[in-house]
């Protein structure tokens, strides 16, 4: 019995020891797994993530490993959409599960056992999982084998966040593993939030950055002491520095200001934020000076970077090349001041000056009213381009007689108006006399420069300045009327030997055209007067021609309808160039008539007959006789019986019968002394 006992004792002992044995190695196994769980959390509080969805598929991967779980997945949740979106998921084993259309986004109603610790808001565990079971709603066909399941919440504040799911560990989950899981997934969700504001943060700056140096302006960084940065494309292109060689040198050296009248250096706009603290723009007179001497006109702003407690840590600098601007600007402001064909002030700065000359302190104030002569002649006649010659040569003889305190301006039209502060009436007739020997012989092509002119002196401060102003203006009209007869008539001889230069066949014309109507006249028994004035009608009845482009006159070939259409015009054109001249107004009717037609189906009005009149006729037959017996560009000459032939033809249509009986009688006696003389 004692034997037995003794047996008995020792295998009591023996599996005491070995239970004892057993818990050791269990407790042992369990603190090398809770070091481990520790391990785990302590490297993921450390974890330098990339990204979010690094440090998630970390912390699942961790998650699976302190547990000894197969299988995990971490979904996001929406409280405000309830749905569950599927993050990340085991990879290794991913391909055991092949489900062929996976939601990566569902519904809280539609999901399975992952979404339940969402329903129920509370951890879930379930060791036996594959007996069928009340969370079991049914996986797809080919979903991966799940045995044992365990599922908690993730929580900011009282929001479910996200929801971990691990399965299949080969022992039983226990409250340790819901412990280990939360307390690692609250610390790596605390982690997501810094990592998110952190990504947010450096998303940010990237994307302020990107902006920077892609934006159309040029853009210079500074730090705290005004080394420059950061430097965008545009900053290099304008500064002439690279990035590379600006970077760390001060702004100043990089960014050369200069003033734009005194060449001095501007301050520096970086050093001046840094030390009043607040946004500074730069005068409008800098010009920015690059690196390699180019200059250009800027405009910029200079505004601190501030740290999150408000100290300023740097400087941005935003600027642009304004040099077209400001050309286009003062431009605009020259025009709207200035007129622009003379370059002499408008009427609009005149009046507004007028209001400024007129003080006491500028007495006697002088005003001098001129008006450019036969202007509107060599417009109709030589075309405004023409005319805008003569406008601008008399406005530099007039810029160049007057002083830099006097003011010259355009009053419109053909008018100038000076007003001279400080001048007497003695010496405001200096001036214009001035003007006067300065336009002697003054021309543009033929045509003299000439200006009528007439001043007015303001001696008291009562008197109005504008009735000086409607003085001078009267004057200037009467000297025109005095001296306008003498200088049509010089414009108009001006114009002849200006057609005549350019032309000289047209010259040898008229003056043949001249004396057979004169011939014609004495044959159908005019008095004396008549047929002068029937040879002054046929020197000039072709002044019209003078608007007619030199190319059509030379034509060699023959002038097509828009070129004839131009022709037509030149006897309504030599109408009103001798209408404008006193005592010219017959010739001017008979110039405007002499291409109608006894029919009337000629130019420019249609008249016929005897409505016409005879001067009319005559030159008409004489003009078409030479034109016929001349050589032309585009033609031979006809004989003289073939030009007599022609004329004896179109009598009754387009010629009058009576002056071209006259002329055959003419052309006859022609002929016969031509026999004797033989």
């Not at 005004?226 to 960014?255: K, Y």
């Not at 408008?346 to 104030?365: A, M, S, V, W």
């Not at 020997?437 to 001043?455: F, H, M, P, Q, T």
Request: glycine fraction near 6%; charged fraction near 30%.
């Amino acid at each position: 019995y004692s034997l037995t006992a003794f047996l008995g004792l020792q295998l009591i002992v023996i599996a005491g020891l070995a239970i004892n044995i057993r818990q050791r190695k269990r407790a042992q196994q369990l603190v090398e797994q809770n070091l481990k769980r520790n391990e785990s959390l302590v490297k993921i509080l450390e974890y330098q993530a990339e990204s979010i969805q690094e440090l998630l598929d970390y912390a699942l991967r961790e998650s699976m490993s302190v547990t000894g779980s197969e299988i995990g997945c971490i979904y996001l949740y929406s409280e405000e959409r309830g749905e569950l979106t599927l993050n990340t998921w085991y990879h290794e084993l991913m391909d055991e599960c092949q489900v062929g259309d996976r939601q990566t986004v569902s519904s809280l109603e539609d999901t399975d056992i992952w979404g339940e610790a969402v329903r129920q808001r509370r951890p879930i565990i379930r060791n036996h999982f594959t007996p069928p079971h009340a969370l079991k709603k049914g996986f797809p066909e080919h979903h991966a084998a799940i045995k044992k399941f365990m599922t908690l919440p993730i929580y900011d504040q009282d929001n479910i966040v996200a929801v971990i799911g691990l399965a299949n560990k080969k022992t039983d989950y226990d409250e340790m593993d819901l412990w280990q899981v939360t307390v690692l997934m609250n610390s790596v969700w605390s982690t997501v939030e810094r990592k998110r504001n952190e990504i947010s943060l450096k998303t940010e700056k990237e994307r302020l950055k990107t902006t920077l140096l892609s934006v159309g302006d040029g853009v210079i960084a500074t730090d705290a002491h005004g080394r420059v940065e950061l430097m965008n494309g545009v900053a290099q292109e304008l500064t002439g520095w690279s990035q590379e060689d600006a970077c760390g040198r001060s702004f100043a050296e990089v960014f050369t200001l200069v003033h734009e009248s005194t060449r001095r250096p501007v301050e520096d706009p970086v050093e001046k934020v840094l030390r009043v603290g607040q946004t500074v723009a730069i005068n409008d007179d800098a010009i920015l000076v690059s690196r390699h001497g180019v200059e250009r006109q800027i405009a910029d702003s200079a505004a601190p970077i501030r740290d999150e407690n408000g100290s300023i840590i740097g400087v941005i600098v935003v600027f642009r090349d304004v040099s077209e601007e400001r050309a286009h600007i003062r431009e605009i402001e020259f025009l709207s001041y200035h007129d622009q064909l003379t370059g002499l002030h408008n009427r609009r700065f005149l009046e507004q000056k007028i209001q400024e000359i007129d003080t006491e302190l500028n007495l006697p104030i002088s005003i001098i009213m001129a008006d450019l002569d036969g202007l509107k002649m060599v417009n109709d006649t030589l075309g405004h381009i023409f005319g805008d010659r003569l406008l601008r040569k008399a406005a530099r003889v007039i810029q160049r007689n007057t002083r830099a305190c006097d003011v010259a301006a355009r009053w419109g039209g053909d008018e100038f108006v000076l007003v001279l502060p400080r001048t007497t009436n003695r010496d405001a007739e200096k001036v214009v006399a001035r003007i006067d020997r300065a336009l002697k012989g003054e021309k543009i092509g033929a045509v003299l420069v000439s200006l009528s002119v007439g001043w007015s002196t303001k001696w008291r401060s009562d008197q109005d300045i504008w009735d000086v102003y409607k003085k001078a203006e009267t004057e200037m009209y009467r000297t025109k009327l005095f001296q306008s007869r003498s200088i049509r008539g010089e414009t108009l001889h001006a114009l002849m030997a200006a057609l005549f230069e350019k032309n000289q066949r047209e010259e040898q014309h008229s003056k043949r055209v001249s004396e057979l109507s004169q011939h014609l006249g004495r044959a159908l028994g005019l008095s004396v007067r008549e047929v002068k004035e029937l040879g002054v009608t046929g020197l000039f009845h072709d002044i019209g021609k003078i608007a007619v482009d030199d190319r059509i006159l030379d034509m060699p070939t023959p002038i097509t309808h828009e070129e004839w259409q131009e022709i037509m015009r030149h006897p309504e054109v030599g109408y009103r160039l001798l209408s404008a001249v006193q005592d010219m107004a017959p010739i001017a009717d008979y110039v405007l008539a002499h291409h109608e037609r006894w029919d009337g189906l000629g130019y420019p009005r249609g008249i016929k007959g005897e409505a016409i009149p005879l001067a009319a006729r005559i030159i008409a037959v004489a003009d078409a006789y030479d034109a016929m017996t001349s050589e032309r560009p585009y033609r031979e000459s006809l004989t003289k019986t073939q030009a007599l032939q022609e004329l004896q033809k179109n009598a009754s249509t387009q010629f009058d019968p009576r002056v071209v009986e006259a002329f055959l009688e003419i052309a006859y006696h022609w002929d016969k002394e031509a026999s004797v003389g033989d």
